[in-house]
T-cell receptor, first 113, second 114 residues
């Protein structure tokens, strides 16, 4: 069983919809949680970086962490066609680069105009 | 801020030759850089972790003599694919540590070995 599980999708939604992307994990040592967006044939881009449980909002994006359930989510409000990409969750036990991140396999999202 | 560049973005080489890929952090210093490989429609596969001034740490199954990594300065890491073969064709992506758990990725290098 993988340490981080992420539904690969694909997920297709109409423009303007609220999108929910999720990851579950098994390692209770994970404290730091990231979401990355990767467009086709490009490197991933850091979207959100959160610590421990709770919510963090940045524009149309909200990251939510529930450590008790070992479950994290990324919500995208008012989704746009430009949000069409693969979204990767990542987690780390340490707040330094000495602790490597463990990545999910990514969820592919398509937002249709 | 936190921009990482890669060069070249695309390279074609003949089987048996070596290819060097550069990864630079443009506006910050990166003690740690990571090298990943990604096949189409698959997730990132970590190849190695490089720390400035020391030897890279390779993941299990990655041939260190084939994928040479040098992290000579706080802004530059290089990956050299030696004696490349068609099965080495892939998308190679580097990232630089941001000081915490987050990473800043380069745009990637597409390698095609003919």
């Amino acid at each position: 069983q993988k340490e981080v599980e992420q539904d690969p999708g694909p997920l297709s939604v109409p423009e303007g919809a609220i999108v929910s992307l999720n990851c579950t994990y098994s390692n209770s040592a994970f404290q730091y949680f990231m979401w990355y967006r990767q467009y086709s044939r490009k490197g991933p881009e850091l979207l959100m970086y959160t610590y421990s449980s709770g919510n963090k909002e940045d524009g149309r994006f909200t990251a939510q962490v529930d450590k008790s359930s070992k479950y994290i989510s990324l919500f995208i409000r008012d989704s746009q066609p430009s949000d069409s990409a693969t979204y990767l969750c990542a987690m780390s036990a340490m707040n330094t680069n000495a602790g490597k991140s463990t990545f999910g396999d990514g969820t592919t999202l398509t937002v249709k105009p | 801020g936190a921009v990482v560049s890669q060069h070249p973005s695309w390279v074609i080489c003949k089987s048996g030759t070596s290819v060097k890929i550069e990864c630079r952090s443009l506006d910050f210093q990166a003690t740690t850089m990571f090298w990943y490989r990604q096949f189409p429609k698959q997730s990132l596969m970590l190849m190695a972790t490089s720390n400035e001034g020391s030897k890279a740490t390779y993941e299990q199954g990655v041939e260190k003599d084939k994928f040479l990594i040098n992290h000579a300065s706080l802004t530059l890491s290089t990956l050299t694919v030696t004696s490349a073969h068609p099965e080495d064709s892939s998308f190679y992506i580097c990232s630089a540590g941001g000081g915490g758990a987050e990473q800043y990725f380069g745009p990637g290098t597409r390698l095609t070995v003919t």
